[in-house]
């Protein structure tokens, strides 16, 4: 019984530094990941950007099989943004969701499937108010399998009739990803507490 808590008690450290980020003294920004989820299953890592992240993060965190959500930027120029930064519109970054999923209860395909659901692809750096290039719809991919999967998806949604103008996504391969000020995590959770 004492190994077991022990055992607790030391993947729980190891997640919440995970959560940290870097412990090397740097300035913490850049989001680690975890890459087994206590069952012992391999997580997998999907980003995307479809307007304010808050609004992206709040959708996935509803999803059965997405195990942790990071909001950032990404796709930019500037090493380490900060949010009024990626806001002048100067640095090219997305706001974008990082996602840790368990591929055993959800596939990507689904994830795909929420993504174009929950915001309009057909806006070219724009989500209803909010303009820009920091709002682009984007899929950054992490795999090969995620590209093809995307683009196949993208194009189904072009031949589907179900928008009336093109799909303007971005599908690029996945870069830095700059995890964004604590204040802009789970966001709206917070709001409601």
């Known amino acids: 019984m004492h190994n077991r808590w022990l055992l607790m008690a030391v993947l729980g450290a190891g997640v919440v530094a995970a959560l940290r980020g870097p412990a090397s003294g740097g300035s913490g920004k850049r989001a680690s990941t975890l890459n087994t989820h206590p069952r012992g299953v391999k997580l997998e890592t999907a980003t995307f950007g479809g307007g304010c992240f808050w609004h992206v993060e709040d959708d996935f965190r509803q999803v059965e099989g997405v195990i942790t959500t990071t909001v950032g930027f990404e796709g930019g120029s500037r090493p380490a943004p900060s949010y009024e930064e990626v806001c002048t519109n100067l640095t090219g970054h997305a706001e974008v969701v990082r996602i840790r999923f368990d591929p055993t209860r959800i596939s990507y395909k689904e ?6 659901r929950i915001h309009d692809p057909t806006t070219l750096d724009r989500q209803g108010r909010d303009v820009g ?20 998806y993208k194009a189904g949604l072009e031949k589907s009739g179900r928008f009336k103008r093109p799909v303007v996504t971005e599908i690029a ?6 995890k964004a000020e604590e204040y802009h ?3 709206y959770e917070k709001q409601r507490s």
Do not use: G, M
């Open 111 to 116: 994830l795909l499937e929420v993504f174009f």
């Open 133 to 152: 290039k920091q709002y682009r719809s984007v899929i950054f991919y992490h795999s090969p399998e995620q590209k093809a999967a995307a683009e196949e």
């Open 173 to 178: 391969p996945a870069s830095t990803f700059w």
């Open 185 to 187: 995590q789970q966001y």
